[in-house]
C-alpha cells in the first residue's frame, strides 16, 4: 500500500488518525467534507448504535462511525486486499466494534437476521449496486433507521424510503434516506 492511499478519520475517539487502504482500481474513499457533512447530518455521535457498512472499500465511513461511539459497525467488502487492510485498521485502531466480512454485499443482504439502525451504501459508482443493495436492505434495519448513499447519479428509490437530504460535491452525489415501516 502506498503512502497516498490512506485516509484521516476527522472526528471521535480518532480523530486525525490514518486508515491505510489497498490501490485497488476504483476504490475511493469518501471525501472528508462529504464525511463531514454526512456526520453533521447524523448528529456527530451515533452512541451504542448498529451500522452496516457496504461495500467497506477503505473503511472510511465505517471507522469513522466506531470513533464517533458506535456499538458495532459490519465492514463488508469482497475484495481480499480491502479486507485484509479492514482486519488491519481494526487492529491498529484497536477497534473492538468492528466486524470485518468478507463477502457480496447484496448477497449478504439476504442473509442473516441482523438488524441495523444506520447503513452506509457506497459501490463503485458504474454499477447499479446502490439501487440493488436499497432494494434488499429493509428487512435488515431497524424502524427509523437511517441509510447514506454515494452515486453517480441521484436515486429515487421510492417508499419506504424517504429522502431526508441531500449534496453533491465534484462527481459525488450523496444522500441520506430514513426507512419508514408501515405499522
Known amino acids: 500500500m502506498s503512502g497516498r492511499n490512506r485516509v484521516r478519520i476527522i472526528g471521535g475517539e480518532w480523530r486525525s488518525r490514518l486508515v491505510r487502504f489497498p490501490g485497488t482500481p476504483g476504490l475511493r474513499p469518501t471525501p472528508d467534507r462529504v464525511r463531514e ?3 453533521n447530518w ?3 455521535r451515533l452512541d451504542g448504535l448498529s451500522c452496516v457498512d457496504l461495500f467497506a472499500g477503505s473503511g472510511a465511513l ?12 459490519v465492514m463488508i467488502d469482497r475484495d481480499r486486499l480491502a479486507v485484509e487492510a479492514l482486519k488491519e485498521a481494526a487492529r491498529e485502531l484497536g477497534a473492538t466494534g468492528a466486524d470485518v466480512v ?3 454485499s447484496i448477497a449478504w443482504l439476504g ?18 449496486l446502490a439501487a440493488q443493495a436499497l432494494a434488499k436492505l429493509g428487512p435488515r434495519l431497524n424502524p ?23 449534496g453533491k460535491a ?14
Do not use: N
Open 37 to 39: 457533512t454526512l456526520f
Open 42 to 44: 447524523l448528529g456527530q
Open 62 to 73: 465505517g471507522f469513522e462511525a466506531l470513533s464517533r461511539g458506535a456499538a458495532r459497525v
Open 102 to 104: 468478507a463477502a457480496d
Open 111 to 128: 442473509r442473516g437476521t441482523e438488524k441495523f439502525d444506520v447503513a452506509f451504501v457506497d459501490p463503485p459508482y458504474a454499477s447499479d
Open 144 to 166: 427509523g433507521a437511517r441509510v447514506y448513499v454515494e452515486s453517480a447519479k441521484p436515486l429515487e428509490p421510492g417508499a419506504p424510503w424517504r429522502e431526508t437530504r441531500e
Open 170 to 183: 465534484g462527481a459525488v452525489r450523496f444522500a441520506l434516506y430514513e426507512y419508514e415501516i408501515s405499522q
